[in-house]
T-cell receptor
Framework: GQQVMQIPQYQHVQEGEDFTTYCNSS?????IQWYKQRPGGHPVFLIQLVKSGEVKKQKRLTFQFGEAKKNSSLHITATQTTDVGTYFCFNSGGSNYKLTFGKGTLLTVNP | KAGVTQTPRYLIKTRGQQVTLSCSPISGHRSVSWYQQTPGQGLQFLFEYFSETQRNKGNFPGRFSGRQFSNSRSEMNVSTLELGDSALYLC????????????????FGAGSRLTVL
């Protein structure tokens, strides 16, 4: 079945530092979505990427979809304590799809 | 509009018992998918229902089952509970996760936290 690998599993940064999480697949993805789950909360949709090489920005967050549509990244510039949480990449869609989440990257920010 | 509602929010069961969890999706959403979340394994896909039909199933034993009603509400059942079933069970609704468009965005409920003693 389709596997979506996400690294790193954990990342601790000082407030103001940058942060990046990566999502990789062995097969071509029809799309990639990113979700954020705050501690004690539930995943919340951030963004979806569909096109090869696509780049989208949301304030300090930059999302990229690889040219081969097999990898994606989420980059946060100048982290803040409000960025704390687990970031998941997610793939849906395509024939015979499985709804596959990466294992997530837990980001902690030291103020 | 109302979000995704899961009940109960917390429950404690003992080994061997069974449990039923409920999920009411956002009005108009025909797809409900279920996930098990544990600290070591992240979010694992259980199954997805669309218009009362199970369209996809993850790699879980037959003790895990589900169904969807005509009003799109869904239930999942776990029989013969084991200690390892302790987890947060999340459901998510969407218009159709099989499409590559905004229709495939998942909206999650707050989850049902199951503890098996």
């Amino acid at each position: 079945g389709q596997q979506v690998m996400q690294i790193p599993q954990y990342q601790h940064v000082q407030e103001g530092e940058d942060f990046t999480t990566y999502c990789n697949s062995s097969t071509t993805l029809s799309n990639i979505q990113w979700y954020k789950q705050r501690p004690g909360g539930h995943p919340v949709f951030l963004i979806q990427l569909v096109k090869s090489g696509e780049v989208k920005k949301q304030k300090r967050l930059t999302f990229q979809f690889g040219e081969a549509k097999k990898n994606s990244s989420l980059h946060i510039t100048a982290t803040q304590t409000t960025d704390v949480g687990t970031y998941f990449c997610f793939n849906s869609g395509g024939s015979n799809y499985k709804l596959t989440f990466g294992k997530g990257t837990l980001l902690t920010v030291n103020p | 509009k109302a979000g995704v509602t899961q009940t109960p929010r917390y429950l404690i069961k003992t080994r061997g018992q069974q449990v039923t969890l409920s999920c009411s999706p956002i009005s108009g959403h025909r797809s409900v998918s279920w996930y098990q979340q544990t600290p070591g394994q992240g979010l694992q896909f259980l199954f997805e229902y669309f218009s009362e039909t199970q369209r996809n199933k993850g790699n879980f034993p037959g003790r895990f089952s589900g169904r969807q009603f005509s009003n799109s509400r869904s239930e999942m059942n776990v029989s013969t509970l084991e200690l390892g079933d302790s987890a947060l069970y999340l459901c998510a609704s969407s218009l159709d996760p099989g499409r590559t468009s905004g229709a495939n965005v998942l909206t999650f409920g707050a989850g049902s936290r199951l503890t098996v003693l």
